[in-house]
């Protein structure tokens, strides 16, 4: 029986459906199961934390692999299939809760050095990521299947983006394979990309000044159709002029925007302004 028999079959049984409110799409392709699973690189003395497992297809590989996993999912409808199927593993944390309020230190495990792997709903991807990546305690690898444009956005091929400097910030993404949708059931209406992060030992900026850095950023990428010097203008409270001469500078265009500079340019404007 294929992943998508089973799925099908187990959702009719239990008079469950995809959620849309929860942007429920799961995976039911076997390759991409695998590919996700291999490119998280996992050792058998690895911590896992899953997001969305949803039936559990992932989760099952996952197991085989790490030494704990803990998988975190908001239906409470899944967390009872999952308790049910995983009753007998003892690798397995499932916790009924939002990933975005999950804290490390609440698993009964005790995770330090962990990686991340999920097949996550489209629309908590940037907020995800910031909450590991800009987390005191973070991940050495994040593996994330996520949509296709916003992968490419994240890695800066199709033109860089807010997301793409927080991210690039803390790590070294890639895409590791495209995933067309008719691999999720339901399927959703755009392809999606398996995303992997290598995060860094230590981000490209010290620690104490990320917060100053990240919000500069915000500033500059918070009007992007208006040059950088007005969209700086307006969050910094500062002249057109003044900024234009801070630019000038730091050997940045005046007539820039948000999306040409890369994070050695923003550290530049940063530390110039920080004088």
């Known amino acids: 029986m294929s992943k998508l028999e089973q799925l099908k079959s187990l959702l009719q049984s239990k008079g469950l459906w995809a959620k849309k409110s929860l942007g429920q799409n799961f995976l039911v392709d076997e390759k991409a199961l695998d590919t996700i699973v291999s490119a998280a690189d996992l050792k058998k003395t690895d911590n896992v934390i899953e997001v969305g497992p949803g039936t559990g297809f992932l989760t099952e590989r996952l197991i085989e692999k790490a ?12 967390v009872d299939i999952l308790e049910r199927q ?19 230190q609440n698993s009964k495990f005790k995770i330090q050095n962990f990686k991340v792997v999920a097949n996550i709903p489209y629309y ?11 987390s005191d305690n973070r991940p050495s690898v994040m593996v994330v299947l996520v949509q296709k444009e916003v992968a490419e956005k994240i890695c800066g ?5 807010l997301i793409t400097i927080e991210t690039q910030l803390f790590g070294e993404p890639e895409i590791v ?3 067309p949708s008719d691999s999720f059931y339901p399927a959703p209406k755009v392809d999606s990309a398996i995303l992997k992060i290598k995060v860094f030992d230590k981000p490209l900026i010290p620690e104490d000044q990320i917060k100053d850095f990240l919000r500069l950023v915000k500033f500059g ?23 234009r001469e801070v630019l000038k500078s730091v050997g940045i265009d005046e007539g820039v925007r948000a999306e040409d500079l890369v994070i050695e340019d923003w550290k530049n404007l940063l530390t110039k302004l920080n004088k």
């Open 177 to 179: 394979d495209i995933v």
């Open 124 to 134: 908590i991807t940037s907020p995800l990521l910031k909450h590991f990546l800009q």
């Open 157 to 161: 091929m199709s033109g860089k983006s």
């Open 221 to 243: 990428f918070s009007q992007k159709r208006k040059k950088l010097s007005n969209s700086l203008s307006a969050g910094l409270h500062m002249e057109p002029a003044e900024v």
């Open 86 to 104: 995983f009753k007998f593993t003892d690798n397995l944390e499932i916790l009924n809760q939002d990933i975005l309020d999950f804290e490390i």
């Open 67 to 78: 030494s704990h996993i803990t998988s975190v999912e908001l239906d409470k409808d899944m």
